[in-house]
C-alpha cells in the first residue's frame, strides 16, 4: 500500500478493479461518494453479470435505507444491507446445517430457525440452564440474566471464546459463572432454532473457515463489495471480508478511524487503519461540507496526531463556539445554556445532545421505569412483538414506511409447517407472500388505535427506554 491520495468527495475513481481504503471525517460527504462510486462501477464494470451484483454493507438498517433511496433506479444490481443481514441470508441460511457438533448432530435446528434475534436470557431459559450444568448454587438472577446477555464470541488466533464482554459479570456473589457454561446456554437456543445476532458472525465464520468453496461462489455472486462505516467493524467480519477478498471480490472499505465508538462490541480503529489487502489503493477525503471553520478547526484539535486534517468548504460561516467546561451537575450547565441564549438573542428552537439515555431522562426530569425489562420478565416472546411495532410505530412516523413493514414481518416468526409461534395462539397458518399482507394490517391497526386513543407520555417513556 503507497501514499494516501486526497480527493474530493465528487471525484469518481478511474480504476475500479482495485480495492481500496477512504478515510473520511464527519461532514465529509462519505454516503454521497459511496453512491457515486456504486453508480461508477454499475455502468463502467465488465465484471458484472446478469446474475452478479455489487454488494453494499452499512452498519445500520437506517443507513442501508438511505443508501437504497439515494440509489434509486440503480437497485436491481446492488444488494444493500447490514452486516449481519448480509451474512445470515448468504451464509448462515443456506449453510449453517453443514455445521455439526462433537456428537455428530446439528449445531443448529433449522427446521425451527427463521432469522436471528437479541440475546435475551429469560427466567425460564435460565432455569434450564443452571438445571443443565448444574451450577444452581448460584442464586442471584438479576446479575446470572445481566451475564448471559453480555456474552459475546471473541476471536483469539483463530479459535473462539465465548464470554461476556464485561468481565466481572462472570462474578456472583462469591462465585464465577464457568466459561465452559456458556455454550451450554447458547445449545439451550440453537436447539430451538433460535441463534443471537452475535451467533451470526460465529457461525459465517466457521461455516466459510471449514468449507472454503462458498467463498469462490460467494465471490462470484458479489464480484464488487464497498462497507460503509468500516470503522465499527470488528476482528470476525475483518477476517471475513478479507477472505472475501483474497477469492476475488473488489473490496472497498470507508470509514473514520476517529470515529470509532463500538469498541464494547470488539470494534478497534486500529481494525480499520490497519486493514490492508493486496494492491489496495488509499484515499482521504479532506473536504467537510457540513461545519463552518470554528467547529472544523475544534475537530481538528481534537484529533491531533491523526492523519486526516479537515477543510471546511463554508468560508463564509464564522459563527463563534462556546465551550463549557462543566461538572456532573446537569441543572447548573443547563441554565448556563439558557443564560448565554438570552445573552445572544437567541429564540428559535435548540437540540440538546448527550452522551447517553440517563443524561436524558435527567434533562427531561422524568422518572422510567424500563416498560421493556418488566414486559420480558413476564412474557419474552410478546415483548418482542409488542417492541417490534412500537418500533415500526416510529418508523412510519419518521415516514420510512417500507422499514416499518420489513420490521413487523421479522416479528412474525413461524414453524417448519409455517405456524406462527408464540405469542400467537392456536395452530395459526401463514406463508411467506401472507406475512406481507399480515404485517400491513397490524401496522394499519396499531396506528389507527393510536391516533384514536394515545398517551403521549407513554409513548415518549417506551422510545426512552428502547
Known amino acids: 500500500m503507497g501514499e494516501s491520495i486526497t480527493i474530493m468527495s465528487d471525484d469518481r475513481l478511474e480504476d475500479i478493479e482495485s480495492p481500496f481504503k477512504v478515510i473520511a471525517g464527519p461532514g465529509a460527504g462519505k454516503t454521497h461518494w459511496l453512491v457515486e462510486h456504486i453508480k461508477n462501477v454499475f455502468h463502467n464494470s465488465t465484471k458484472l453479470s446478469n446474475i452478479s451484483k455489487i454488494s453494499c454493507i452499512t452498519y445500520t438498517t437506517v443507513g442501508a435505507e438511505e443508501v437504497q433511496h439515494r440509489l434509486k433506479n440503480n437497485l436491481d444490481k446492488v444488494d444493500v444491507s447490514t452486516i449481519h443481514?448480509?451474512?445470515?441470508?448468504?451464509?448462515?441460511?443456506?449453510?449453517?446445517?453443514?455445521?455439526?457438533?462433537?456428537?455428530?448432530?446439528?449445531?443448529?435446528?433449522?427446521?425451527?430457525?427463521?432469522?436471528?434475534?437479541?440475546n435475551v436470557a429469560t427466567k425460564g431459559k435460565i432455569y434450564k440452564w443452571q438445571t443443565e450444568v448444574s451450577n444452581g448454587y448460584i442464586r442471584d438472577q438479576k446479575k446470572i440474566k445481566k451475564c448471559l446477555e453480555n456474552i459475546d464470541w471473541v476471536l483469539d488466533n483463530g479459535s473462539f471464546i465465548l464470554k461476556p464482554r464485561k468481565e466481572y459479570l462472570r462474578r456472583v456473589g462469591t462465585y464465577y459463572i464457568k466459561l465452559e457454561d456458556l455454550l451450554t446456554y447458547?445449545?439451550?437456543?440453537?436447539?430451538?432454532?433460535?441463534?443471537?445476532?452475535?451467533?451470526v458472525l460465529y457461525f459465517?465464520?466457521?461455516?466459510?473457515?471449514?468449507?472454503?468453496?462458498?467463498?469462490?461462489?460467494?465471490?462470484?455472486?458479489?464480484?464488487?463489495?464497498?462497507?460503509?462505516?468500516?470503522?465499527?467493524?470488528?476482528?470476525?467480519?475483518?477476517?471475513?471480508?478479507?477472505?472475501?477478498?483474497?477469492?476475488?471480490?473488489i473490496i472497498g472499505v470507508i470509514g473514520d478511524p476517529a470515529q470509532s465508538i463500538y469498541s464494547f462490541q470488539g470494534a478497534s480503529r486500529s481494525d480499520f487503519v490497519n486493514f490492508c489487502l493486496p494492491n489496495l489503493k488509499e484515499y482521504q477525503i479532506e473536504n467537510n461540507r457540513r461545519s463552518g471553520q470554528a467547529i472544523v478547526g475544534i475537530l481538528n484539535h481534537l484529533r491531533q496526531g491523526d492523519s486526516l486534517a479537515q477543510r471546511s468548504t463554508h468560508n463564509q460561516s464564522n459563527n463563534p463556539i462556546y465551550y463549557f467546561e462543566c461538572a456532573d451537575e446537569i441543572t447548573k450547565t443547563l441554565l448556563d445554556f439558557h443564560n448565554l441564549r438570552q445573552e445572544l438573542g437567541l429564540e428559535n428552537d435548540y437540540c440538546i445532545l448527550t452522551r447517553n439515555n440517563g443524561s436524558v431522562k435527567k434533562l427531561r426530569n422524568i422518572e422510567v421505569t424500563n416498560v421493556w425489562t418488566s414486559l420480558n420478565e413476564a412474557d419474552s416472546?410478546?415483548?418482542?412483538?409488542?417492541k417490534s411495532l412500537f418500533t415500526a410505530y416510529m418508523l412510519v412516523e419518521d415516514g420510512r414506511n417500507e422499514l416499518a413493514v420489513k420490521e413487523v414481518i421479522r416479528s412474525l416468526r413461524t414453524d417448519k409447517n409455517n405456524i406462527l409461534k408464540?405469542?400467537?395462539?392456536?395452530?395459526?397458518?401463514?406463508?411467506?407472500?401472507?406475512?406481507?399482507s399480515l404485517a400491513v394490517d397490524m401496522l394499519e391497526f396499531l396506528m389507527n388505535e393510536i391516533k384514536q386513543s394515545v398517551d403521549f407520555t407513554l409513548l415518549s417513556i417506551l422510545s426512552n427506554t428502547l
Not at 405469542?423 to 407472500?433: E, S
Open 204 to 249: 459465517s465464520y466457521r461455516i466459510l473457515n471449514e468449507f472454503p468453496l462458498i467463498l469462490d461462489h460467494l465471490s462470484a455472486k458479489y464480484p464488487y463489495m464497498f462497507i460503509d462505516e468500516f470503522q465499527d467493524t470488528n476482528p470476525i467480519q475483518s477476517e471475513i471480508i478479507k477472505w472475501l477478498g483474497n477469492a476475488g471480490t
Open 422 to 436: 408464540s405469542p400467537f395462539r392456536g395452530t395459526q397458518f401463514i406463508n411467506p407472500l401472507s406475512k406481507r
Open 85 to 118: 443481514s448480509f451474512l445470515y441470508s448468504n451464509i448462515v441460511k443456506p449453510y449453517v446445517h453443514l455445521l455439526k457438533g462433537e456428537s455428530g448432530r446439528r449445531l443448529v435446528n433449522i427446521d425451527e430457525m427463521d432469522g436471528h434475534s437479541e
Open 186 to 199: 447458547k445449545q439451550i437456543f440453537w436447539d430451538e432454532g433460535t441463534i443471537h445476532h452475535e451467533d
Open 381 to 386: 416472546d410478546r415483548e418482542r412483538l409488542l
